[in-house]
């Protein structure tokens, strides 16, 4: 997607290749980057953890296996919960404001003209565009100014939940084949090079996703993520010593 903006004579928007339901895809991408992102995180963090404490090759792909299973179904069941709620909301407050517009059609006819005046039209203008839009579909134009809601364009909790699970399941892997099929020796190093390769993926598709700058948001997903792999690790260690 490109970020070039034009100019009068040779008009370009940034939001041209968005296309229409932005937030919809905006909702379940960043349901599958952080998905992906937890996904790499946990499953390192606990594959780490245990090779900290033990050598048993078998005691960790196990381990890892049990993280990514939890992991995604927690993340899936998560987002599905945390959608809904919102989905919920959002068709209560539809329910709500069309009840207003059957009892109380004028004051809120007045209502919207009123916010219209706040956002900076004139009296006149705004009293006319106020019943313009009353006459076309008065419940989007209130939803829409009032709420931010389109009522054709409800969050999805399905979509979300899906993108989550399959995402988080697609960045455990990444750990656990490592730890599965690489030699001892070349565990540790390979798995803290290859989740930190990952990381800023990730860290990039989201900054790209969210049109802010890629190199912060890299260094913050890479930082981070070693940042809890190494505490596992230790913790892990520490753990194997005393209990062992």
Request: glycine share 10%; net charge negative; aromatic share 4%.
């Amino acid at each position: 997607m490109s970020l070039e903006i034009g100019t009068d004579e040779e008009p370009q928007h940034f939001h041209d290749e968005l296309g229409d339901h932005v937030g919809t895809r905006l909702n379940w991408l960043r349901a599958a980057v952080l998905g992906a992102n937890d996904g790499i995180v946990s499953t390192a963090g606990v594959v780490m953890g245990v090779a900290g404490a033990t050598d048993d090759s078998g005691a960790i792909v196990i381990a890892g296996i049990a993280a990514l299973t939890a992991g995604a179904l927690s993340m899936g069941a998560g987002e599905y919960v945390s959608v809904s709620t919102q989905r919920d909301s959002e068709k209560s407050i539809l329910a709500l404001e069309a009840t207003e517009l059957r009892q109380m059609p004028e004051t809120e006819e007045r209502e919207l003209a009123k916010m219209y005046v706040e956002k900076g039209l004139t009296p006149a203008t705004a009293e006319k565009v106020a019943r313009e839009l009353t006459e076309h579909d008065a419940l989007r134009a209130h939803a829409d100014i009032e709420f931010g809601i389109d009522p054709d364009n409800l969050t999805n909790p399905w979509h979300a939940a899906g993108a989550s699970m399959v995402a988080f399941t697609v960045g455990a892997l990444l750990p656990l084949l490592i730890v599965a099929f690489v030699p001892d020796s070349l565990r540790i190093l390979l798995t803290v090079l290859s989740v930190a390769a990952a990381l800023a993926l990730t860290g990039f598709v989201s900054a790209r996703i969210g049109l802010s700058p890629r190199m912060p948001a890299v260094l913050r997903n890479v930082a981070g993520g070693l940042l809890a792999m190494g505490v596992t690790y230790v913790i892990g260690m520490l753990a194997g010593t005393s209990l062992g």
